[in-house]
């Protein structure tokens, strides 16, 4: 069975920075990208970060470009999303989400983790 | 960046009735290989967004034949016939065509 597990997060103030992980299970982790995507509290959602299966190619959005950094380690199956110079607008549920390649859709995803910025 | 524009915003429908949702892009999400990367979600209340549909109009394992999907280009629809208790919820179009992708901003479906 996959599953995809986040933690992390939590109360940040402003400015300070935090480290998501979200470990993979149930699949060879290595085989698939995988993406962050954030849902800001009665919001919609919203991609955040994309790596491939090898960490060859990464994709962010335009609000976090600079600040956020996906990375994995597929020896310890990990997924994590470094966030640095957090605002009060990264305040979200952040899920990650296994992409299928071929059709780039997301098949599975994580039950989230909530990151509240705040002083 | 691409726009997904999704109208309506929500929608009340009778079980038993049809819905459709629609999902127009600032620009074509035709890939040069051929391909359309659109999608549909649903999240349901409290739970993760699932996926229904990708590639326009391929239905997901599992996803009955009520959910259909249609368009290109620019234009895309998800229809659900037949609406159920459990098709209420948050209906999400997304693409992956362009990079940054990009998903609409929803359409909350409430049952009558």
């Known amino acids: 069975e996959v599953q995809l597990v986040e933690s992390g997060g939590g109360l940040v103030q402003p400015g300070r920075s935090l480290k998501l992980s979200c470990l993979a299970s149930?699949?060879?982790?290595?085989?698939?990208?995988m993406n962050w995507i954030r849902q800001a509290p009665g919001k919609g959602l919203e991609w955040v970060a994309s790596?491939?299966?090898?960490?060859?190619?990464?994709y962010y959005a335009d609000t976090v470009k600079g600040r956020f950094t996906i990375s994995r380690d597929n020896a310890k199956n990990t997924l994590y999303l470094q966030m640095t110079s957090l605002r009060s607008e990264d305040t979200a549920l952040y899920y990650c989400?296994?992409?299928?390649?071929?059709?780039?859709?997301?098949?599975?995803w994580g039950q989230g983790v909530m990151v509240t910025v705040s002083s | 960046d691409v726009v997904l524009t999704q109208t309506p915003v929500s929608l009340s429908v009778t079980l038993g009735d049809q819905a459709s949702i629609s999902c127009r892009s600032s620009?074509?999400?035709?890939?040069?290989?051929?391909?359309?990367?659109l999608e549909w979600y649903l999240q349901k209340p409290g739970q993760s967004p699932q996926l229904l549909i990708y590639?326009?109009?391929n239905r997901f394992s599992g996803v009955p034949d009520r959910f259909i999907g249609s368009g290109s280009g620019t234009d895309f629809t998800l229809k659900i016939s037949r609406v159920e208790p459990e098709d209420l919820g948050v209906y999400y179009c997304?693409?992956?065509?362009?990079?940054?992708?990009?998903f609409g901003s929803g359409t909350k479906l409430e049952i009558k």
């Open positions: 989400a296994r992409l299928y390649y071929g059709y780039l859709y997301f098949d599975y």
């Open positions: 149930g699949f060879t982790f290595s085989n698939y990208g």
């Open positions: 790596i491939s299966s090898s960490s060859s190619y990464i």
């Open positions: 620009q074509s999400l035709e890939y040069s290989d051929g391909y359309t990367y």
């Open positions: 590639g326009v109009s």
């Open positions: 997304f693409q992956a065509t362009h990079d940054p992708f990009t």
